[in-house]
Structures are given as C-alpha cells and as structure tokens.
C-alpha cells in the first residue's frame, strides 16, 4: 500500500459529509460534520472534532489528499491531477495544444487572459489546499498525542502550505496570504501580500518541516514530506530568488546526508513498482485498481496519441523544438517520448512525437487509467540546483559543479545497463557555457514534470526560447512572467488587483 492509498483509506472516513466548500479566492469554510452513531443526535464540528492522533492524521491526510486527486473536491482532481502540469508544458516552448480546447490552445499560443479555467483551477485548488492545511495547523496543536508524532504531523502540514504558496508567488506573483483557516466572509475582501511577505512565509513553513520531520518513511508512510522535501524546496525557493548561497547550503545538506541518489536507468524512475523510489524527494502517489473515481493520474489519457485509441486522447502534445534538443541516443530521449508503436499483432502505428514516459506498459497494458505518480522533486534536480549555485558562487565551474551535472549526463547514458558512447562529460568550460549546459540538461530531464515554465522564467529566457520553439507565437516578457488572477476572484474581491498587461 503506497501513501495515497493510505491517506484515501483515512480521508474515506471523514467524507462525507466533511466538506471544503470554495468560496471566491479561498475555501470559505470545511464544515467537519458527522453524526455518531451512538448519538445520532450529536454532531462533531470543527470546534470538538480534533480530539486525538487519529483525529490529527485525518486532518493531516485531507491536506496531501488534495495534493492528488482530491477525492472530495468538486471540480476536476486536485492541484498535480493534471491541469497544473499541463500549464506548465503549454506556456513553454515544450508543448502545444492537441486538441481545439480554447483554453488550452490560449496557453499554448500565449493569448490567455483572466478567464481561463486552467489558471483558474489551479489558483482555487492550491487555496483549497492551504485551507486543509490551516484547519491542520490550528487544531492539531490542542490535541493531547506524544509530542514528537504531533511536531511531525505539524511539519507535513507546513510543508504543503509551504510548496502551495511557493506555486503560487511564481505563477501569480504577491497573492493573497491566508495563515488560519477561512471562518467567514471576510477573506473575501483582503488585499495582496508583497512578494517579499510571501516568501517570507513559505521560508517559515518550509524551514519548521525540516526541523521537524524525518529523512525517511517507512512501510504506508513512504512518500510523505521528509527533511529532504522541505530542504530541496527551499533551495529551489532561494535560487529562484538568486540567492545562490543559502540554495547551496541547503543543497549541500541534502547531498551530504547520502539518503538520495540516481536510479541508475532513467527509466526505471517511472516504473510504477519503484513508486517512492531512492531519487524522489517528493512526489504526489496516485494509484491503480481502485474503486475511488480520481484516484490515478492522466498521464495517459492526456499525453498518448490517438492512434493507440487506449483511451488515448493527445490533449497536449510536445513541440517538435523539445523532441530535437537532445543528442542521439540519450536514454531520457527514447524513454520520453515515442513515435512509434508495435501492437500485438504485429502492426506498426506511427504519429508524430507524444510523450510516453509516464505509461508504464507492463503495469497497465490498457492504458485506461495511470498509477504512475507526479514527480515534484527529483535528486536529478538537486544535483542540477547545486551545479548552478555552485558555478554562480565561484563565477565558473567548480569540480564539484561539473561533478554534480556529469552524474545526470553519466546516468542518461546507460540503458538496460549498457553504456552507450554518448553525453562526454562536461568540462573546461566558461561560467556561461557551464550555466546554459546545466539549463540544457533541466530542459532534457524534466519535459513534463511541470517545471519548464519556471525556469524560463527564472532564467529570463520566456520570449526567446518560445519564440523560437514556436513560429507566430509573441510573448510580452513584461506581461507573461506572471499569470492573470482569475478574473472571478477579483469580481468578488473589490480589494484584489490584476497583474500588469490583463
């Protein structure tokens, strides 16, 4: 049993009728509602609900559970279910739309604005989130329960606001900031929060769940957030900030600890038995063969071309510009992506480039449905994190930089443990040439893994590198660094302003 078929057997029940209702930008309220069934006449409310451990981990469980498939939220999954990296694929010069979806082609194309459902999911579901996660935060502390598991459970929940408000300051800017949980009707007319109150916050939160969680799960509370989740996050956090020297230490200290390391074949991280494998640091666990309605992901059903009419459907596919930036014969090439497929029967499908790494084929030959998990942080993106700081830090490529970026290369080389003549190691180069080789190298490892358009942004690169991958496409690299607050939050919100250029 992973950990969201853990958390799914625990958030089953108290649901429902405990409901998180959305109300403008924020869940207005969770009205924690059941009748005994000794008393049938007495009800638990949120004010007496949290009475012991096992209360705690239910409220702990609801927040993670809204991290995937969000079995009890009322629009299409949760916040990593599909829209989030899909955004993230679209507005980049890694993917473009497969289907006539207006607000997907708008994503693709750069002519969104405020009223696109997919900004405007993903804008509800992270504040859907932060509200599970402040209901946790304020009750689990009242709760007598050994002192250590309460501080963990505490951490978990300052760890997923942390990430959520870390989603949202990139995508969205300064947002609102909401640290208790939403009671009534007065969210509604709070202002933004300066970028630097922002982070200000997520550093909090992610600093107290490294003080308070464990490097490492084990049995049906592996892949839960550890310190390692909380360290890689805020290193990311800091060298999005270009803060080079507190994202090193912070690398360094995940490095240091020898908890993680590279699966030594790029495909294997995708095999749906290695799920919480050695190099996750984080992931959102869905799961297969269930009686829950989104309890897998869709990869599948969204990345798979038609033609193997698996319940295959190609929403968004990946341009032409991503699928030619590698060298031939790199393994996160053939593993990524295919073009071509051999049915059973000996017939020969061919299409033009989707992504397939995420279809584990022994494990669901069908393709109706994906157990395969969202990888949020990946020891890949640590070593790559610190070869960056590293050469920023020393105004050039250090030994333990080029180290650090060669062990993503090295890896990419082997298939079924055979080493090919491919991706020499990296040396002798200029900060510069080190700096755009390590950019390359995310580029390669990370296509759909909802990290493109951060770092095209982070690296100043939006307009040129989708101009390039996308002819008669124009970006306003003053408007689109940021996007559009749903325009529904601000029709309710008289105190919420847009973002520049919408």
């Known amino acids: 049993m992973n950990l969201y078929q853990h958390i799914i057997k625990d958030v089953r029940a108290i649901k429902p009728p405990i409901i998180g209702i959305l109300l403008g930008v924020i869940v207005c309220c969770l009205s924690c509602s059941k009748f005994l069934e000794e008393k049938p006449n007495s009800v638990i409310t949120s004010a007496n609900f949290y009475q012991s451990a096992s209360d705690a981990l239910l409220a702990v469980n609801a927040a993670y559970d809204h991290l995937g498939s969000g079995t009890s939220n009322s629009d299409f999954g949760g916040v990593y279910f599909s829209t989030f990296w899909a955004l993230q694929a679209l507005a980049s010069d890694n993917g473009k739309s497969g289907l006539p979806d207006p607000n997907s082609v708008q994503l693709a194309e750069f002519s969104y604005d405020a009223s696109n459902t997919f900004i405007k999911d993903i804008w509800e579901d992270c504040y859907k989130t932060i509200n599970l996660a402040n209901i946790a935060l304020k009750h689990i502390p009242n709760i007598e329960m050994d002192e250590s598991l309460k501080n963990r459970y505490l951490g978990e929940c300052s760890f997923i606001r942390g990430l959520m408000y870390f989603e949202l300051v990139r995508l969205f800017g300064g947002v609102i900031l909401l640290t208790d949980p939403t009671e009534d009707l007065s969210s509604l007319t709070i202002e933004r929060s300066s970028l630097e109150d922002v982070y200000t916050q997520i550093t909090s939160d992610l600093e107290f769940a490294e003080s308070n969680l464990p490097y490492r799960y084990e049995g049906a509370d592996k892949g839960r957030a550890t310190k390692g989740s909380a360290a890689g996050y805020l290193a990311k956090a800091y060298l999005t900030r270009k803060d080079y020297a507190q994202a090193w230490d912070k690398l360094n200290v995940i490095i240091s600890a020898g908890v993680h390391s590279l699966m030594p ?37 969204r990345t798979l071309p038609l033609a193997l009419n698996r319940n295959s459907l190609a929403w968004e596919v990946p341009t032409l510009d991503v699928y030619n930036d590698y060298e031939d014969g790199d393994r996160r090439k053939e593993v990524t992506f295919q073009t071509t497929f051999t049915e ?38 640590v070593l790559l994190m610190f070869a960056e700081a590293e050469n920023e830090l020393n105004n050039g490529p250090t030994a333990e930089a080029y180290e650090a970026v060669n062990q993503v290369r090295r890896r990419a080389r082997f298939a079924n443990g055979e080493e090919r003549i491919i991706l020499n190691d990296l040396t002798g180069l200029t900060q510069q040439a080190f700096r755009e080789a390590v950019w390359l190298e995310r580029r390669r490892e990370f296509v759909w893994e909802g990290q493109r358009w951060y770092d095209l942004v982070r690296q100043n690169q939006l307009k040129d590198k989708v101009e390039g991958a996308k002819p008669g496409v124009v970006v306003d690299e003053n408007k689109h660094v940021l996007f559009p607050i749903p325009q529904r939050e601000i029709n309710i919100n008289p105190n919420l302003s847009q973002n520049p250029g919408y």
């Open 265 to 301: 074949d790029f495909a294997d991280i995708f095999k749906i038995a290695n799920t919480n494998n050695q190099e996750v640091l984080f992931s959102v666990n869905f799961t297969l063969n269930n009686n829950a309605i989104w309890e897998t992901s869709q990869f599948n059903v």
């Open 344 to 381: 059973a029967d000996g017939r020969v499908l061919t299409f033009d480039p989707h992504i397939f790494k995420y279809w584990d084929q022994e494990a669901e030959p069908s393709a109706s449905s994906s157990g395969s998990d969202f990888f949020n942080l990946r020891y890949a993106d």
